[in-house]
């Protein structure tokens, strides 16, 4: 059985069990530099030391705060992060992309990824870290490797999809469906609101559904690509 490892972002920390939970199990920890202020303030009700990872283009995590996380452990844990910090400059990709890839390119032992952090606080970096989601199925296959992967918040789970697939998720779960694909044509079973008429050429238009059985059946016309928020 694989390991899972927890990117955690500069955004709404989580506080509900599901999520945390998730960060306490993680075998790895990866934390965009951002994050790693909060990582630390809250690492005792973790369970957890320190990350394994820290990356980014530092520029949330300047001089003056590192130097002040720096200043608030002890001598040991302050070389480790020193060891573990992962600058890359470079703007093609933002902070959490760069957790991934570096997790997918150095943690080989892994079959779960989930992200926390990533929503909340920022709108556009909400909307932004969600549609990557669908990206990252793009650059690995993750189906073929035998990895999840998923975004977890205190309101939702959301992962991706490239093709039909069933679901057990429970009568009465909240499910939104989104794709950036208009040609994109999804049979569905199991839903309130069925929606093979669907267009996908808006992001509100499979959105607020609910699950009318405990699984839901959702038929591609082709294999593509599109993103499932569970509440």
């Known amino acids: 059985m694989g390991k899972s490892l927890v990117i955690i972002g500069n955004g709404q920390f989580p506080v509900t069990e599901y999520p945390v939970y998730k960060i306490r199990s993680a075998d790895y920890i990866i934390c965009c530099d ?31 705060v590192l130097a002040g996380i720096m200043d608030s452990v002890p001598e040991d844990e302050r070389r480790t992060l020193e060891k573990r910090l992962v600058h890359i400059e470079e703007q093609e990709n933002n902070d ?33 870290n969600m549609s990557l989601l669908m990206e990252y199925t793009r650059m690995y296959d993750l189906d073929s490797l035998g990895i999840t992967i998923d975004m977890i918040s205190d309101y939702s789970t959301i ?3 490239k093709d039909s697939i069933s679901l057990t998720i429970g009568k009465g779960r909240n ?17 309130i609101w069925p929606v093979d008429n669907v267009v996908f050429d808006n992001w509100w238009k499979a959105s607020l559904n609910r699950a009318s059985e405990n699984e839901i059946k959702l038929t591609f016309n082709h294999p593509s690509i599109a993103l499932i928020v569970l509440e």
């Open 159 to 161: 992962f991706p999809i």
């Open 34 to 64: 951002g994050a790693l202020g909060t990582f630390m303030r809250k690492r005792a009700g973790l369970g957890k030391t320190l990350p394994d990872v820290i990356i980014g283009d530092m520029d949330s995590l300047v001089p003056d």
């Open 175 to 191: 499910i939104s469906i989104f794709s950036p694909d208009n040609s994109l044509k999804i049979k569905s079973q199991g839903l």
């Open 96 to 128: 959490q992309t760069k957790a991934f890839i570096y997790a997918m390119e150095n943690f080989k032992d892994i079959d779960a990824i989930h992200i926390v952090g990533a929503t909340g606080l920022r709108e556009d970096h909400t909307i932004g």
